[in-house]
């Protein structure tokens, strides 16, 4: 089951301007896999693949865990 928050994490790459193209390559992933980690049809993120996300854009410890370990369901 994934925990992860998908609408406000895309919310945030778009308030840093970037695309998720750009974060994928950014995290070392190629774009069609952070599509099927986004669309619940791939794997969860690693821990590492998270922490550079977190790390990209820049996120507060509530912003990260309100994403990262959500009750919301995408």
Known sequence: MKLV???MLKGKV???G???EKVAEKIGIDRSTLSRKLNNSGEDFTIKQA???VNLLELTPIEATAIFFSQFVA
Do not use: G, Q, S
Request: charged letters at 35%; zero cysteines; aromatic letters at 0%.
């Open 14 to 16: 778009v308030e840093k």
């Open 5 to 7: 928050n998908v609408p």
């Open 51 to 53: 922490d550079r996300i």
């Open 18 to 20: 970037l695309t998720l």
